[in-house]
């Protein structure tokens, strides 16, 4: 069974720019959810996506958003980069049950410039 | 979501067993205790999780008080390779898969 992939691994974009991140869950997974990491601020969440929905949302600006496809695929964009953009993205993929465990992939790295 | 408490880092001897605490006062009752470990610069692994019940699996066991305020992670037999950032999160799985992480606690297993 496949994990988890983020695509791409690393990222360099220069400010103003904006950046779309894709992430595939695993086979039959309906639940994708990202998240930021930076040294400063750790590990945080920016949102689900449940059957194509955004089911919850964190605390970050509109610059940031996403979407799920039908096949459960899912996409990060961030317009308007900013230097503090520059963080670990993953994604995390969830079955579907009371108790699932989130699967996380790789990240992708992104560094703005 | 309830928030949790864990010290910032800890030490193990490799082969001994390390056990990782977690304080989680305000848990309501239908709120799970989740622990995920993070190596250097990879994603999230799950670990294990519990509601009331002490669980265990083949990389842990996780003991939750009666009162549910705090549990304790235990590896068995701390290897180097389990070196990491270790995370305890509560969290209500009806509404949805918002993992709160807070600073975790960074276990260095020692030679």
């Known amino acids: 069974k496949a994990g988890v992939t983020q695509t791409p691994r690393y990222l360099i974009k220069t400010r103003g720019q904006q950046v779309t991140l894709s992430c595939s869950p695993i086979s039959g997974h309906r639940s994708v959810s990202w998240y930021q990491q930076t040294p400063g601020q750790g590990l945080q969440f920016l949102f689900e996506?449940?059957?194509?929905?955004?089911?919850n949302k964190g605390n970050f600006p509109g610059r940031f958003s996403g979407r799920q496809f039908s096949n459960s695929r899912s996409e990060m964009n961030v317009s308007t980069l900013e230097l503090g953009d520059s963080a670990l993205y993953l994604c995390a993929s969830t079955s579907t049950g009371s108790e699932g465990e989130a699967f996380f992939g790789q990240g992708t790295r992104l560094t703005v410039v | 979501d309830a928030k949790t408490t864990q010290p910032p880092s800890m030490d193990c001897a490799e082969g001994r067993a390390a056990n990782l605490p977690c304080n989680h006062s305000?848990?309501?009752?239908?709120?799970?205790v989740y622990w995920y470990r993070q190596i250097h610069s990879q994603g999230p692994q799950y670990i294990i999780h519990?509601?009331?019940n002490n669980e265990t699996n083949e990389m842990a066991s996780l003991i939750i008080t009666e009162d549910r305020k705090s549990s304790t992670l235990i590896l068995p037999h701390a290897t180097l390779r389990d070196t990491a950032v270790y995370y305890c999160i509560v969290l209500i799985k009806a509404a949805g898969n918002k993992l709160t992480f807070g600073g975790g606690t960074r276990v260095l297993v020692k030679p």
């Open positions: 996506y449940f059957s194509e929905t955004q089911r």
């Open positions: 305000t848990i309501s009752g239908n709120e799970y």
């Open positions: 519990g509601l009331k």
